[in-house]
């Protein structure tokens, strides 16, 4: 099950946390917007954290992304000569 947490509950319960851990996930929040994801931890997880960071730095610049490629679609046809 997924728990919300703030930051202030996790600095008081972080032994009860770390024991319930592979039962419960949690979603720290910072005035009120998730900050962290705390998760089990297994031999080998850490494989896993490449594609996720890569797919969070995806989700992040997707407006960015989504501007630059609407801009570069505006723009006027060019032709390149090399």
């Known amino acids: 099950m997924v ?3 703030p930051t202030t509950k996790v600095q008081q319960n972080i032994g009860g946390i770390s024991a319930t851990i592979g039962q419960d996930l949690y979603i720290v929040t910072n005035r ?6 705390m ?5 080998g997880c ?3 954290f490449n594609e996720y960071m890569e ?4 989700s992040k ?4 992304l989504k501007k630059r490629y609407q801009k570069s679609s505006d723009s006027k046809k060019s032709v390149l000569t090399v």
């Open 3 to 5: 728990k919300i947490i």
């Open 32 to 37: 009120g917007e998730g900050r962290i994801v």
């Open 39 to 43: 998760l089990p931890y297994f031999d």
């Open 46 to 48: 850490d494989e896993h």
């Open 55 to 58: 797919d969070y730095v995806m």
């Open 61 to 64: 610049n997707k407006e960015v």
